[in-house]
Nanobody, 115 residues
Framework: QVQLVESGGGVVQPGGSLRLSCVVS????????ATWYRQAPGNQRELVAG???????NYADSVKGRFTISRDNAKNTVYLRMNSLKPEDTAVYFC?????????WGQGTQVTVSS
């Protein structure tokens, strides 16, 4: 069975940092693209960052310069390093991996940025 297990969320003060991890099993991770989405209450799910099988990255304008997505194919893991966190970054963050046919979703991890 395919599983995506996210970790690293929590409560942090504005200006702080967190690193999210998503460990993938049940598929050939190295052949899949990987992304992070987030969703705050009352909002639609938003694409935050993506990374291709070759390591090419893209970011939402709201997080450029603050967030970094990376992957370690040997560990079947995708990461999201979040620096200079703002209250508006508060959301549930979801890992998503996909090929041309199928998307797989994690259950999400809560990130709360508050004083």
């Amino acid at each position: 069975q395919v599983q995506l297990v996210e970790s690293g969320g929590g409560v942090v003060q504005p200006g702080g940092s967190l690193r999210l991890s998503c460990v993938v099993s049940g598929i050939i991770f190295s052949s899949h693209f990987a992304t992070w989405y987030r969703q705050a209450p009352g909002n639609q799910r938003e694409l935050v960052a993506g990374i291709s099988t070759g390591g090419r990255t893209n970011y939402a304008d709201s997080v450029k310069g603050r967030f970094t997505i990376s992957r370690d194919n040997a560990k079947n893991t995708v990461y999201l390093r979040m620096n200079s966190l703002k209250p508006e970054d508060t959301a549930v963050y979801f890992c998503n991996v996909f090929d041309s046919i199928t998307h797989y979703w994690g259950q999400g991890t809560q990130v709360t940025v508050s004083s």
